[in-house]
């Protein structure tokens, strides 16, 4: 999608004024009789005739409206003469923009005189109740108007219109929204959402995903565009005053949502919703965000069923959530809590489906891009590194990170695009070479032990930091960057050596021509990285620096090979075969691979 239509459908169009100099006054067709209509984009007027004298400016098949969904909190364009509805902002040659949305506006104006009514379907803008009030003005004030949600408001002198009200009800049965129908076709077009969602299968979101109407009501976010024809304008939507089946709620749950039965569930389910209202300032609070998050984790780390509680109570908050502020800090929260605990199989569906939806950013608000936290969500489920402990360095680390990505646990393709605009030249990550030059300053070829000896814990914390904010920390231990390699290579979600030629790695522990193929068929940068702490390691290797470090080429290979091999099986007999295996692998390459070529690549 290009920028010009995501910039339409967020964006109103431009005052009539402004677009259609000297007019307050448009012609329009009236959807459901098909009869001619005039509307004052100032006043919000409705009438079948102009005001004498009136400059009008008069329809065509290339006009479209420019109506505001307030569920989505998104502008829509529909076309009267085709009623095709889109969100894109249609851009062809000689297409008229009707900023309709602008009677909207008038719904905060409406006095208490104003009469709603609520049919099972409605139209918004017709002059059609016009007819219901004798001897009083002709205005319709239209309110409310979204693809979803019908009201029609107008002045009404006499409380006999009543009667002619509820004689209009056929004249709207055929826009009614088929139930049943809906339902039939969502789960006869469900997406079969994976375990873990990637942005690849966001890419058909749009074509895919579960309609609106299979949504709950006065949800932030429409899973596809309004529906084209006479079913999608005109739909009501029920919704009660403070909460929303299945979304937002201002009272906490009576019980469990994940195991309503579970008596002893619901006291942290209250605790919960408590904290996740406070974070997301729909409840005041005395401690900070990030205090606020600590006790959040803090109790939903306590127990598998608590997390999934947790995240079932943020999804629910984050649906239906009409405060974008509110919405902002309740995806912030989600992301930050996807650091600390796995979803279960019992809820990762419902989580994984809740992301897809929102995953394409034309569903992206002005002011929160939702896409973005589905995306973070989506990488750090992806993640195969055990969860962090909730600690308060711990939540503020997290919450930097959604916003700026670490390169700590980041993936070698991730990498390269986050450095691409940075160091374009290098052909390896920058983490990678920085890292290695540490060692070398601080005096690694003559410090013993290592890759064996632990790092400073606070110099280590410090020296991520700074690097995963691209800078390079002056080093006076080469244990702390010895140590940070290793903890990279071994929280790269997928290891060096590829999962798909393990096992073949594992045959060729005593076979050095092998060993040397499976290198080669490794892809291209996972080759470079390997090839590059392959020479690290023949240079440690050597007599001279072994005198001084007291690791030999076996030691070396029995530190560095775990990081680089990831064995999948949880036996211990399986782990403790296969780690032999592995470094018998890793010391014949550092033995007999020809790493000449890797010396002066950067």
């Known amino acids: 999608m290009n920028g010009d239509e995501n910039d339409g459908a967020d964006t109103p169009s431009s005052s009539s004024n402004a677009e259609f100099p000297g007019v307050e006054w448009v012609e329009i067709v009236e959807p459901q009789s098909r009869q001619t209509m005039y509307a004052n984009l100032v006043t919000g007027q409705c009438a079948w005739e102009p005001p004498p004298g009136a ?76 007819r219901v009030a004798k001897n009083v003005p002709d205005q319709v004030y239209a309110q409310n108007i979204s693809p979803e ?10 409380q006999d219109s009543q009667n002619t009200i509820n004689g209009m009800q056929d004249s709207f049965e055929w826009m009614s929204l088929d139930e049943d129908s809906a339902l039939s076709e969502k789960t006869a077009n469900g997406p079969p959402y994976g375990a873990f969602p990637t942005t690849a299968s966001a890419s058909s979101t749009l074509s895919h995903a579960p309609s609106s109407d299979s949504i709950p009501a006065r949800s932030s976010r429409s899973a596809s565009p309004p529906p084209a024809g006479r079913r999608s304008l005109f739909s009501s939507v029920n919704s009660t005053k403070g909460k929303n089946k299945g979304g937002w709620s201002k009272e906490p749950p009576k019980a469990s949502l994940t195991q309503p039965d579970n008596k ?4 942290e389910t209250f605790a919960l919703f408590k904290l996740i209202q406070s974070y997301m300032g729909d409840r005041k609070s005395k401690g900070t965000p990030e205090q606020i998050a600590l006790s959040f984790c803090e109790i939903a780390t306590k127990k598998a ?55 394409d950013p034309i569903f992206d608000l002005p002011e929160v891009s939702t896409s973005y936290f589905s995306q973070q969500c989506v990488k750090r489920l992806s993640k195969v590194i055990a969860r962090l402990k909730p600690t308060l360095g711990a939540i503020q ?13 980041a993936s070698l393709e991730e990498l390269m695009q986050m450095q691409s605009e940075r160091c374009p030249d290098l052909k390896l990550p920058w983490l990678l070479t920085t890292l290695i030059e540490l060692i070398y300053q601080a005096g690694g070829r003559m410090t013993e032990g290592i890759f064996r000896v632990a790092g400073d814990p606070d110099q280590l914390a410090t020296a991520r930091g700074q690097l995963d904010g691209w800078f390079a920390p002056k080093m006076h231990d080469a244990n702390v960057p010895a140590c940070l390699l290793k903890l990279w290579l071994r ?6 050596i590829i999962p798909s030629l393990y096992q073949r790695a594992l045959g060729a522990a005593d076979n050095p021509a092998e060993a040397i193929r499976i290198v080669d068929l490794l892809p291209g940068i996972n080759r470079l990285v390997f090839v590059k702490v392959i020479a690290l390691l023949q240079d440690l290797s050597r007599e001279e620096v072994v005198l ?10 029995m530190v560095i090979a775990p990081n680089v091999l990831r064995c999948e099986s949880e036996d211990p007999r399986v782990i403790f075969e296969n780690t032999r295996r592995e470094m018998s692998f890793l010391k014949i390459l550092i033995i007999n691979y020809d790493t000449a070529f890797i010396q002066n690549v950067r």
């Not at 949600?149 to 107008?154: L, M, T």
């Not at 002893?264 to 006291?267: G, P, Q, S």
Request: net charge positive; aromatic share 8%.
């Open 491 to 496: 929280q790269l979600p997928v290891p060096l």
């Open 548 to 557: 001084k470090t007291k690791m030999d080429t076996s030691n070396l290979a």
């Open 397 to 409: 680390e997290t919450k930097v990170h959604i916003f700026r990505p670490p390169l700590f646990s």
């Open 55 to 130: 400059h009008v400016k008069t329809k065509h098949q290339n006009q479209w409206w420019e109506l505001f969904d307030s569920n989505t909190g998104r502008y829509y364009y529909y076309n009267a003469s085709s009623s095709v509805t889109k969100w894109q902002k249609p851009t062809a040659v000689g297409v008229d923009i009707i900023p309709l949305a602008k009677l909207q506006t008038l719904k905060e104006n409406s006095d208490g005189t104003a009469l709603k009514i609520r049919r099972t379907c409605e139209t918004q803008t017709s002059p059609a109740v016009r």
């Open 305 to 359: 069923e608590n997390a999934d509680e947790a995240i079932a109570l943020l999804i629910q908050q984050l649906s239906g959530n009409e405060r974008p502020d509110s919405l902002r800090r309740g995806w912030e929260l989600l992301t930050i809590l996807l650091a600390f605990v796995f979803p279960t199989e019992a809820i990762s569906e419902k989580l994984n489906e809740f992301l897809n939806k929102n995953l």
């Open 264 to 267: 002893n569930l619901r006291k």
């Open 149 to 158: 949600a019908g009201v029609v408001s107008f002045i009404s002198g006499s």
